[in-house]
C-alpha cells in the first residue's frame, strides 16, 4: 500500500538556524505530494505541493523536491523564525479506483527558540 | 477562512452514547473526508465521500458511520462511543475536476477540528 515516513520529532532549532524535515514515501504510481502545516489548536493548511519528478514547490520561504529516484520528498528552509514553530506533515495523493485518497505521515514538530 | 466549519468544536460525552460530528463545506467540492489525529498516530482516514449518497471506508472505520445526503454536509457518527474514541476529528475537503475525477493538484482544505472526549 502507499504510505508516508517522516523523520521523527521534536525538531529543535535556534532562530535563522537551517531547517530540513524528511520525508520519504511509498506509492504504488505516480503521486503528488504535499507538505502540511498544523498550529496549536488550528487545523492542517497547505504549505507547498508538487505534481511530478524534479518539481519544487516552495512558499513562505520553505521549499521541497520531488525526488523520484529517492522516493523522497525533503522540506527545507534557509532560516527559520520563532513563528515556524508547528506541526509538519508531509503526504501524498494517489487516485485509487475513482478516488483520490491522501496519505499522511505521523507528522513532525519543529520548535524554534529565540 | 476557506468555506469549511466542523461543529462543535468541543464535546465532552459519556461512555456508550451517540455522538454526531458535523462538516459544513460552502466551496461544493465533491469530495470529503473524516480523519483522527492522535499522538503517535499522525491523521488516520475514517471514512470519506465521493459525492452525495456515495461513500467509503478509511483505514480506521470500525464504530463509525457517516453519511452525506447532500453536497455540502458529512456527518460522522459514533455509534455508541468509547474511550478509545477521545480524539481530534478533522473533515477536510478537495476539489474535483468533475466528470468522476478528483485532481491532485490543489491539496486539502481542512476544517479547525473537533475535540471529543469520551469519559
Known amino acids: 500500500g502507499n504510505s508516508v515516513t517522516q523523520m521523527e520529532g521534536p525538531v529543535t532549532l535556534s532562530e535563522e538556524a537551517f531547517l530540513t524535515i524528511n520525508c520519504t514515501y511509498t506509492?504504488?504510481?505516480?503521486?503528488?505530494l504535499f507538505w502540511y502545516v498544523q498550529y496549536p489548536g488550528e487545523g492542517l493548511q497547505l504549505l507547498l505541493k508538487?505534481?511530478?519528478?524534479?518539481d519544487k514547490g516552495s512558499n513562505k520561504g520553505f521549499e521541497a523536491t520531488y525526488r523520484k529516484e529517492t522516493t523522497s520528498f525533503h522540506l527545507e528552509k534557509g532560516s527559520v523564525q520563532v513563528s515556524d514553530s508547528a506541526v509538519y506533515f508531509c503526504?501524498?495523493?494517489?487516485?485509487?479506483?475513482?478516488?483520490?485518497?491522501?496519505?499522511f505521515g505521523r507528522g513532525t514538530s519543529l520548535i524554534v527558540h529565540p | 477562512d476557506a468555506g469549511i466549519t466542523q461543529s462543535p468544536r468541543h464535546k465532552v460525552t459519556e461512555t456508550g452514547t451517540p455522538v454526531t460530528l458535523r462538516c459544513h463545506q460552502t466551496e461544493n467540492h465533491r469530495y470529503m473526508y473524516w480523519y483522527r489525529q492522535d499522538p503517535g498516530h499522525g491523521l488516520r482516514l475514517i471514512h470519506y465521500?465521493?459525492?452525495?449518497?456515495?461513500?467509503d471506508k478509511g483505514e480506521v472505520s470500525d464504530g463509525y458511520s457517516v453519511s452525506r445526503s447532500k453536497t455540502e454536509d458529512f456527518l460522522l457518527t459514533l455509534e455508541s462511543a468509547t474511550s478509545s474514541q477521545t480524539s481530534v476529528y478533522f473533515c477536510?475537503?478537495?476539489?474535483?475536476?468533475?466528470?468522476?475525477?478528483?485532481?491532485?493538484?490543489?491539496?486539502?482544505?481542512f476544517g479547525s477540528g473537533t475535540r471529543l472526549t469520551v469519559v
Open positions: 465521500s465521493y459525492g452525495v449518497k456515495d461513500t
Open positions: 503526504a501524498l495523493a494517489l487516485q485509487q479506483g475513482g478516488s483520490y485518497i491522501p496519505t
Open positions: 506509492a504504488t504510481g505516480y503521486p503528488s
Open positions: 508538487a505534481t511530478k519528478a524534479d
Open positions: 477536510a475537503i478537495s476539489e474535483s475536476l468533475g466528470a468522476g475525477r478528483a485532481t491532485s493538484n490543489y491539496g486539502y482544505t
